[in-house]
Each structure stands twice: as structure tokens, then as C-alpha cells.
């Protein structure tokens, strides 16, 4: 697996833009809740995910192509963290007819780390 970018607004910004691919965005996400990739048996290991996702999804979910996965993403996100992309990078979202489910799961899987940067995590 080749290496994950930094968690920081240069980043958000590129998933935002599209600039890195889906598969390294859900990789992102992976990383911090917790999945690890064991090279050794080829497997993910869930022993650091959170139990409420561990037990609905034991491998990690593809958020761009699961909408379950991406609305569980959202409820877990706490209500002060809802807007980070709007307050805290000045995201004024995408256009109307410009985007589709794609580019809104992205957004919320950004939104979703940009809760970790907040955190100082």
C-alpha cells in the first residue's frame, strides 16, 4: 500500500478538489478509525476500531460506493463538527449540477477528518 498523505487543511483540500484518489481517501478514513492493514496475512485487523463499527463492518467499508457506511460516518460526526469545512477552510460546497454521491461522500468523509485535525489527535 503506498503512503498515506498528512492529515492537514492542504489535504482536506485535495480530497475536496479530487486531487487524491478515492482509494487513499477511504484509506484515510480507515487509518483513523482505527483499521491496520497486516501485510503479513494480507487481512485488516479491526482490534483499534471503535466496537460500534468494528462489529457492522469487521473489514472497512468503501465510503464512496456505500451510502450505510458514509451516513454512519455522518451520525458519528458530533454536532459541534458538522460545519468544520465551512468554518474552519471556508468551503462554500459544490455546485449545483456539478456534483453527485461521490463528491458528497468525499466531502463528508473530509468534514469527518477535519474533526481529527481539530482534536489535535
Request: aromatic share 12%; hydrophobic share 35%; glycine share 8%.
Amino acid at each position: 500500500m503506498s503512503e498515506l498523505p498528512p492529515l492537514n487543511n492542504e489535504t482536506i483540500w485535495a480530497i475536496l478538489n479530487e486531487e487524491i484518489d478515492d482509494a487513499a481517501v477511504n484509506r484515510l478514513v480507515w487509518q483513523y478509525l482505527g483499521y491496520r492493514w497486516d501485510a503479513e496475512t494480507g487481512k485488516w485487523k479491526s482490534a483499534g476500531v471503535a466496537a460500534e463499527w468494528r462489529q457492522e463492518y469487521p473489514e472497512p467499508p468503501d465510503f464512496i460506493d456505500s451510502r450505510p457506511a458514509t451516513v454512519k460516518l455522518t451520525r458519528s460526526t458530533p454536532p459541534e463538527n458538522k460545519q468544520l469545512l465551512k468554518e474552519k477552510l471556508g468551503f462554500k460546497g459544490y455546485k449545483i449540477g456539478e456534483f453527485g454521491p461521490r463528491q458528497t461522500r468525499r466531502a463528508t468523509m473530509a468534514n469527518w477528518l477535519m474533526g481529527f485535525i481539530e482534536s489535535g489527535v
